[in-house]
Every structure is written in C-alpha cells, then in structure tokens.
C-alpha cells in the first residue's frame, strides 16, 4: 500500500512452505505446477503458484483500436517494476526471472491489446516514473494512487489494497483485531505496518489497558512462522501479502477481521501519453468484466483486492 524500499518479497514470504510449515507442491501436470515429473521446482516459476494463463485471450478490436501506433509497431507492452515486492512483483528461485500479479497482469494486458507480448524489467522503484515513455511504456509496480504521483503520471486503477491480520488457524490465542491491546503482534522491519502498530500500542497504554508486545522481523515469512508456531498472537501486513502467505501456508494461516487503512493502486503511464492511458484502462476493464483480473489475482491469494471500475486518474484524498 505505502511501499517502503525493503526485503519484503520473495526472500520472505516464497520460503514460507519450505520453512516446515507447509508443503509448496502443488497438483497438477508438469506447465501447470511449475515442476517436472522429478519433482523438482521450476526455477523460473512462482513458489506454489499456478499463474492465469495468459494465452487464452485474444485482441478485443474495441481495446486494440485505441493503442499508440508506436507501441502496436513494436508489438510489446514494456513494464518497469521493483521485483521486490511479493506477491504483486518479485523474482522466481533463479533470481532473475520476474514474476506475480503485476507481471502476470502487464501480459493480458499486451494480449487484449493485440500485441504480441508483455514484458517486465527489473527497475529501482524510485526510477520508474521518470522512464516512463521512454524506457517503459507502464509502471506496473504496486504503486499506491497519490496526489502527487497524479501530478507526474496519469493511473488506472484495478486494486485496493490496504492491511490486515493473519492468526494461526482456529486463532487459538483468541486474537482480536478490534482490541489488540495486551497482544503479540509480528511485523515487518521498516513497514508502514510496524509504525501503525506502535501507535496502537501507545493508544493502549493512554486508555490504561496492556501494551501492544511488537515484535519486528527482517522477513515476513520469518514472522508466519512464529504465528503458526504460536509464540505471536498474530501478524499484521499488507492485505495482499497476508493473502499470499495464506496461500502458501495452505490452511494453516487464515485471515481475521476487514482490511483496514485500504488505498487503490494504479497502472502509471506517461501523463503526455493520454492515448495509451485510454488503452490501459480500456483493457483493464475488459480484464474486470470478465473475470480474468480476479483469476489473475487469485492465483497469489489476492482476489478480494480487484476493483470493479478501472478509474483514469481517479479522486484521492492524499
């Protein structure tokens, strides 16, 4: 939501099914679970995902129509995302090919487009907006929608995403996210998360009851782990990275209480390229009214966080 430059992807929440908490195998036939017959994982794949597939669409003329000559020459959808972020965009157990939700997105986009593929590079997340239109032609890299990120770029948004709280299942230490007070709570180093907490717990302490106990970690999965194993009450994270960790941890996490503090997230295009603009938010619509952004989303456990209307520069309140 309010992205923080840290380690938060992969390097935390993939290990999760390997940090003997779960088991990342999944069932299906060798291009469907990512691993050959052998067993062995797909380097290039996402841990314990089966991706949409993105080959089942085709042009849709009405999207197709509204795309820049210049990109429909070149036949691709160039994205720059920080692949550090899991699940919206990180790096598969080879350490270099990009994937999730962002990745997954940007190549659905390029097929109803009628282009004939998209691609993800790897950029600094501060550097993105300023080579869009020359380097990349979208930012597809969870970029929450500010005022002044409105000001430099035009957005699309198609998910909105915000916190919540993971417990173990059954929450066995009876967990409640309306009054933490008294509660270990699991966090992540650096996040907006850990701060919010800390606030909790001082707001606590002032209306005389128990303190929060927060614990921070350097990776999430690190976090999952000690909730599973009961020495936290509950982690607190990204909605959408408590999805995937759910995902991952196949049964053994469920989520409680509603995602709170949410914000839409956008697509960023140049903001002189109003044409391809139009296009993005014509094909994310499409993707909306058909199902496929929530399949897409799905596939890392973040399907509640699709938007219903693909909004071109939408009202924010900050």
Excluded: W
Aim: glycine share 10%; aromatic share 6%; charged share 20%.
């Amino acid at each position: 939501m309010r992205r923080l430059p840290s380690v938060l992807a992969l390097t935390a929440v993939a290990t999760l099914a390997l940090a003997g908490c779960s088991d990342p195998d999944t069932s299906g036939d060798q291009s469907a679970s990512g691993s050959d017959q052998s067993g062995t994982t797909d380097a290039t794949a996402a841990p314990g995902v089966t991706p949409f597939d993105t080959s089942t669409l085709s042009a849709v003329p009405e999207v197709e129509a509204l795309v820049p000559q210049a990109v429909k020459d070149r036949g691709v959808l160039r994205n720059g995302a920080s692949t550090d972020y899991a699940p919206g965009e990180f790096r598969a157990s080879d350490g270099q090919t990009p994937v999730g939700y962002d990745i997954d997105l940007v190549k659905a986009l390029a097929a109803v487009m009628g282009l004939e593929e998209g691609t993800t590079t790897h950029a600094e997340f501060p550097t993105i907006i300023p080579a869009l239109g020359t380097k990349f032609d979208v930012g597809a890299s969870s970029f929450t929608i500010t005022k002044e990120r409105l000001e430099q770029v035009n957005m699309v948004s198609y998910v909105e995403v915000g916190s919540s709280y993971a417990v173990a299942e059954g929450n066995p230490k009876d967990f409640d996210p309306t009054d933490p007070c008294g509660a270990i709570i699991g966090v992540q180093n650096g996040t907006f998360q850990q701060d919010y907490v800390q606030t909790l717990s001082e707001q606590c302490t002032s209306d005389g009851k128990d303190a929060i106990t927060v614990m921070p970690l350097d990776l999430q999965t690190d976090v999952s782990t000690k909730v599973i194993g009961g020495q936290y009450d509950a982690t607190f994270a990204d909605s959408t990275v408590i999805g995937y960790t759910i995902e991952l941890a196949k049964g053994q996490l469920e989520q409680v209480g509603d995602v709170i503090e949410s914000a839409p997230q956008g697509i960023a295009v140049a903001k002189d390229d109003t044409e391809l603009a139009d296009a993005v938010q014509a094909a994310l619509q499409y993707l909306m009214d058909n199902g496929q952004l929530k399949e897409i989303l799905g596939a890392y456990g973040a399907e509640d966080a699709a938007l219903s209307t693909a909004e071109l520069n939408p009202s924010v309140s900050e």
